[in-house]
């Protein structure tokens, strides 16, 4: 007899949690959007060292913002690129050390052109 209740419990139970088993199942589905309302990504990296967004002194920064004017200065701009394994600046741009991170500026106005993983120094 106590087997029998033990089944009719379990039986029970389970019924009872099916149907919120399936509700959570379909909210969980993807919703699909139309095409004007899908996100827009961020451009790809070109390497996996590249990288669009990171931090720095605790604040988010991405391609395209202004850096701080510390970062502009003379001890913060890396003049031996080519050790550190980065690509060559282009013309009015020069590297600078950010958050473990290197970073393209340009010269004038001290915006993010470009940003690496500080990981790249030791690249193979």
Known sequence: ???LNVW???AALMAGSLPMALTAQAADAPVATPAAEAPVAAPAPQNSY????????YKPFKIGDIVPDLYRTKPYQIDAWKIRNLPAPEAGSHW???GGNYVLISDAEGK???AMKGEI???H
């Open 121 to 123: 120094f030791y690249q």
């Open 50 to 57: 590249e990288i669009t967004e990171f931090h720095a002194d």
């Open 112 to 114: 993010i052109l470009r």
């Open 1 to 3: 007899m106590r087997k």
């Open 96 to 98: 600078t050390y950010m």
């Open 8 to 10: 009719f419990f379990s």
